[in-house]
């Protein structure tokens, strides 16, 4: 591919090379290679405020090389809004972009920005925002087919979740469902069910209803501590939700007791279930078994950790004093 | 400052019995000098979107090591004030647009510098500038900060507006009330806070809400027992951090993990043995730097938080760090008051 500088459909523009700020800036900077040049020509259309179909091109070229260069981005973005260009086409590139460069967070805030211009010309009741929405879920469930953690498509999705108020949208739980048969430890996953369920504006009471729903999510991670009783994002669901609705954890003791017990202290299966037995333990008053549950783990099963075990069981002077 | 990676790698050179691990002050001092001779990189103008930050590590890592001077003091404040803007923003060098990231290292390069007089003398009531700058970045709706014009928003910014503005004794420029609220709304049912209301916790985004909490001083906000419980599982058997469940450790979260604990008085309950030894593993003791693991290319990020890491356990050699601000006490201290 030839560069810039033998284009004729940039030979108007006159490079400007970089200022590096030092006291010698253009001595230090060998201007050689594809980066430096097509820079140069992005600040020499930047210093003219040229927004048009080479610009578009330009930032495509410079974003290829350095994603991370959020000007670029920005003065994309600009260009696209200046020249009243069909946001739908951005992306076909900027998907397959996405998909290459799974770090980058500049790609989401651009795709947010492009989402919610395309949302404000639209009715809130359009079919076409069913389908956008449509769209933009599918491709975030390929996104976590790359990588299921992404912190940054994780918020994005948020970001759709609550922009389109998806609450009781299926898909949403569906794909949460999806990613944690695949993997039981993806706490990104189990953070976006508790947001779904839990999280909403009109988030469930302390009624009957509530009530419901509350066992059906403790009988979900109750399903996914079988598969792994050392995974502690279902064990942290739980005592979430017990908190919300403002119960005790005695409420799952049969639970905990399932994968720890005082009497078997060789066979413990989760030391999870045994900081919970503790507690349990300790909301009834039998502060011994809690001390000792919390010496367990301090000496055998999570002995990295002692000194805060030990300041837990300290507590319980506390408590009976 | 360059964040070209290497040449050094994590663990490479080091005496074969792990229990001989040293600080090795003087590589380190070496490795970061030389970044900024190491232009002729590509990586160099692939990371020019860092720059300032950059150079905040840069000096923040060689003031801990006790050499502050081994950057010279002029040169750097110049490139400072070449990347500060008409509206009181700092980009990460110059040509790039303003953002708070960058505002915030700028301020706090300044301030470890000694510099808010420099800033005055190029220009003329500068310190009020920038300060405007970042308040006018907040969202007076919800009390938190946009980074930049364009609305993005994290608790990140938050926490930088707070310090950066902190460190300029100008607070009274926002609603520092709302801030704290937004926090607050952050807060997750395991414990910890994310990016925003509901965002999975982390332990980079823990770090800036209870280091909001901490500059408002509503440190009684924060339910310290579940949270350091949360913040001490971070560590794995080989004694390293992670910054969110079932992820790898990583040198980096010593300093997110290891100072949000610092600040709610909870540092104790980690084996702090153990991430030392972690820590010293991730150096490279000839060519200096540390890498975010053993095996890794080293890099200046990770060897201001893994100094930053080591400086919170009162490790020998490196001179004591502020938990909140990540930069030497003594200069905060003499900036914002003990
Ligand atoms: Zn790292």
Redesign the interface.
């Known amino acids: 591919m030839p560069g810039y500088g033998e284009d004729p459909e940039w030979s108007d523009i006159v490079p400007l090379p ?6 010698n800036p253009l001595a ?3 201007y050689s ?1 594809e ?2 040049e097509a ?1 140069s020509y992005l ?1 020499a259309v930047m210093a003219k405020n040229e927004f048009s179909e080479r610009v578009l091109r330009l930032t495509e070229d410079i974003i290829d ?2 994603p ?4 670029v981005w ?1 003065y994309r ?1 600009k260009a696209l809004f200046t020249l009243h260009k069909d946001l739908r086409k951005e992306f076909d590139w900027l998907n397959p972009f996405a998909l290459r460069h799974l770090k980058n967070y500049q790609i989401w ?1 651009h795709r ?2 492009i989402i919610e211009a395309l949302a404000s010309d639209l009715d809130e009741k359009s079919p076409k925002i069913d389908n956008m929405i449509r769209e933009e879920q599918d491709f975030l469930d390929r996104m976590f087919t790359k990588d299921a ?1 992404n ?1 940054h498509v ?2 994005y999705r ?1 970001w759709l979740v609550e922009r389109f108020n998806l609450w009781d949208c299926e898909e949403e739980r569906e794909a949460v469902d999806d990613l944690l048969r695949k993997d039981v ?4 996953a189990w ?2 069910r ?2 779904v369920v ?2 909403r504006p009109n988030a469930p009471k302390n009624t009957t209803e509530g009530h419901v729903l509350m066992q059906r999510e403790i009988n979900y991670a109750e399903a996914a501590i079988r598969i792994a009783p050392q ?3 279902p064990w ?2 739980i ?3 017990l ?2 609705f403002q119960q005790p954890l005695s409420n799952i003791k049969s639970l905990a007791s399932e994968f720890a017990s005082l009497e078997k202290p060789d066979e413990v299966k989760s030391s999870h279930a045994l900081d919970l037995l503790a507690e349990i333990y300790k909301e009834e008053r039998q502060l011994d078994c809690a001390g000792k549950a919390w010496d367990l783990l301090a000496q055998k099963y999570d002995p ?5 075990w030990m ?1 837990k069981k300290e507590q319980l002077g506390t408590a009976a004093a | 400052m360059s964040l070209v990676a290497g040449p050094g790698r994590g663990g490479h050179h080091q005496p074969a019995l792990p229990d001989e691990l040293e600080l090795c002050v003087e590589k380190h001092v070496a490795y970061i000098k030389s970044l900024d001779t190491r232009k002729d990189e590509y990586e160099y103008w692939l990371t020019e979107h860092l720059r300032l930050n950059g150079l905040y590590w840069g000096l923040t890592a060689l003031h801990l090591l006790g050499h502050p001077d081994a950057l010279p003091r002029s040169e750097v404040i110049d490139f400072v004030m070449s990347c500060m803007h008409d509206n009181g923003g700092f980009s990460a060098a110059p040509g790039h647009d303003p953002h708070m990231l960058y505002t915030c290292s700028a301020v706090q390069i300044l301030a470890t510098l000694d510099a808010f007089g420099d800033l005055e003398a190029h220009v003329n009531g500068g310190k009020e500038k920038v300060a405007r700058y970042i308040a006018n970045l907040q969202d007076r709706d919800t009390g938190t900060f946009n980074g930049d014009g364009w609305g993005e928003k994290d608790t990140r910014f938050l926490f930088n507006a707070l310090l950066a503005l902190s460190l300029l004794g100008m607070m009274h420029l926002v609603d520092v009330q709302k801030g704290v609220e937004y926090v607050q709304s952050c807060a997750n049912f395991d414990g910890g806070y994310g990016t925003g209301p509901g965002a999975e916790s982390h332990a980079g985004q823990i770090y800036t809400c209870v280091g909001v909490l901490s500059i408002t001083k509503r440190l009684d906000l924060v339910d310290k027992e579940k949270l350091g419980a949360w913040l001490s599982d971070r560590q794995l058997p080989n004694g390293g951090l992670n910054g969110r469940p079932e992820k790898k450790e990583d040198v980096c979260y010593s300093w997110w993990v290891g100072s949000s604990l610092a600040m709610i008085d909870r540092l104790h309950w980690i084996d702090q043995e153990k991430l030392s030894k972690f820590i010293l593993q991730c150096q490279d003791s000839e060519l200096g730097g540390f890498a975010d693991r053993p095996g890794d290319m080293v890099d200046v990020f990770h060897t201001v938080f893994g100094l930053a890491g080591l400086s919170l356990m009162k490790h020998p050699g490196v001179r004591e760090v502020d938990p909140i601000y990540c930069m030497p006490k003594d200069i905060i201290n003499r900036v914002v008051g003990g």
């Not at chain 1, 430890?185 to 990104?188: E, G, I, K, T």
Request: glycine letters at 8%; charged letters at 15%.
């Open positions: 970089q200022d590096d700020g030092g006291p230090a900077i060998a290679d980066y430096s820079m600040r090389m350095n991370a260069h959020y000007t920005l973005a805030h947010h920005t953690k912190y994780w918020s948020q430890r993806n706490n990104s953070n976006h508790y947001y839990f999280g995974n502690q994002s942290n669901y005592r979430g939700i908190s919300h990295i950790r002692s000194r805060y300041w």
